[in-house]
């Protein structure tokens, strides 16, 4: 029988708490979203974060992965470990989005002065887990184990040379001491109607490689290209052939795959064919044997492509992200915390998707299942609201309040069902 909490099932005591406290977790996402800091320097976020933390009496622990935060909570009674992660860092993209609370924060970025603007959700997932710290501490002395908050720098991608981000979080023990038995994550989605929650079991997010690809030629007169080697052409020509990698040479029923070049450099004058040209892109996949065979057809396309116009071609492949992979198991364990939260019609499986997320670096560690949690507006639909990394970005903060009561009924009934 599931343990009670002042004469209510925890069931009760979460809903009637999410109930009392939804205008304090949106006054913190208000907070969080007129202050938005970049990663890696989420300085007074995590301060923030801190202190609300330490008000519940928490053991915090600054300072993680340069500006993270960990809070433990020890229950009355034995059990597993389990970790509820959010992350906390903005991005350098302008606000448009017609709030009161709308982000005019400047910062710097690679070198340059941007605006930063919370405009992934990171501003909604803190305050959820604030959210759901007040309310399972409230209940500590009946929980069945460890709770363990990790507030996470940098998923968006340290700056250009430094560590950061749960990859690093890692490095730092944040999965030790005590030892993370499963963990679980939410991400606001501005897609997903306000209320509702999807999942999906195993591959559930794309694994992120950056391509870097450098063409030598042999310059000459922009005048007698007979006289040179034109990288550009090669280039060009190369690019063309990554194209029918996805659309030719992998089977498209087994997973999705994506293979874009983002950029491509070269040359200083329109008279002068250059020496050489370098191209970056990005490499999305949902299979790991998929991701391995899309990294040798590059390889070899672009090098065979140069060497038939006389140049040559050095690819470099970066595995950026792992695929965010929901253990199967868990995620069937899970389903019903969900249907807790949200109800049972506003619960559904989701496909997968081709954007990225560093949670998937716990779930290589440790049982882990990441979940979407709505923000679109009722009546709205994925045309007319603004996109996740765009100026338009917008949420409807009544969703947040089902991500709240998500995060404690996965922890709690993760542990409830280890006895």
């Known amino acids: 029988m599931a343990f009670q909490v002042s004469g209510q099932t925890y069931k009760g005591h979460v809903e009637s708490m999410a109930d009392q406290i939804e205008q304090k977790v949106v006054s913190y996402r208000r907070h969080f979203h007129q202050n938005p800091e970049l990663s890696n320097r989420e300085f007074k976020t995590s301060e923030f974060v801190a202190e609300k933390l330490k008000s519940l009496g928490l053991e915090v622990k600054t300072g993680v992965a340069k500006t993270g935060v960990v809070a433990i909570l020890k229950g009355g009674k034995p059990g597993p470990v389990v970790a509820l992660r959010a992350d906390m860092d903005g991005l350098p993209v302008p606000e448009r989005a017609p709030l009161e609370f709308a982000s005019k924060v400047k910062s710097e970025y690679n070198g340059q002065e941007v605006p930063v603007m919370h405009a992934c959700g990171h501003d909604t997932h803190m305050a959820m887990l604030l959210g759901a710290a007040e309310i399972l501490t409230s209940m500590r002395k009946d929980i069945k184990g460890t709770i363990k908050f990790i507030f996470q720098p940098a998923e968006e991608g340290a700056p250009r040379g430094e560590e950061g981000g749960a990859k690093l979080m890692i490095k730092e023990g944040v999965l030790e001491n005590p030892k993370v038995d499963a963990i679980f994550g939410i991400h606001i989605n501005a897609q997903t109607e306000v209320g509702k929650i999807k999942y999906r079991p195993e591959g559930t997010m794309a694994a992120v490689d950056i391509l870097n690809i450098t063409v030598k030629g042999r310059q000459s007169h922009g005048a007698y290209p007979w006289l040179g080697v034109d990288p550009i052409v090669v280039s060009s020509q190369i690019i063309m052939g990554l194209q029918t990698i996805v659309s030719r040479q992998i089977d498209l029923t087994n997973q999705g795959a994506v293979v874009t070049v983002g950029s491509l450099h070269s040359g200083v004058r329109s008279n002068i064919i250059p ?7 990005t490499i999305r996949t ?24 006389g140049a040559t071609a050095v690819v470099d492949i970066h595995r950026e992200y792992p695929i965010t992979f929901n253990d199967k ?8 915390s969900l249907v807790k939260a949200a109800g049972k019609d506003n619960v559904s499986l989701t496909k997968a998707v081709t954007g990225a997320e560093d949670f998937s670096f716990f779930q290589e560690k440790v049982p882990g299942v990441f979940v979407f949690v709505g923000g679109m507006p009722k009546g709205k639909n994925v045309l007319e609201t603004g996109a996740h990394h765009t100026p338009d970005f917008f949420i409807d903060e009544s969703g947040m309040k089902t991500g709240v009561k998500a995060y404690c009924f996965m922890a709690l009934d993760y542990m409830e069902a280890k006895k």
């Not at 020496?275 to 892109?281: H, L, N, R, S, T």
């Not at 949902?286 to 116009?309: C, F, G, K």
């Open 286 to 309: 949902l299979d790991a044997n998929m991701q391995n065979s899309i990294h040798e057809r590059i390889t070899r396309t672009a090098t065979n492509i140069a060497e038939s116009a």
């Open 275 to 281: 020496e050489e040209a370098k191209m970056e892109g």
């Open 329 to 336: 198991e868990l995620t069937e364990k899970t389903v019903p």
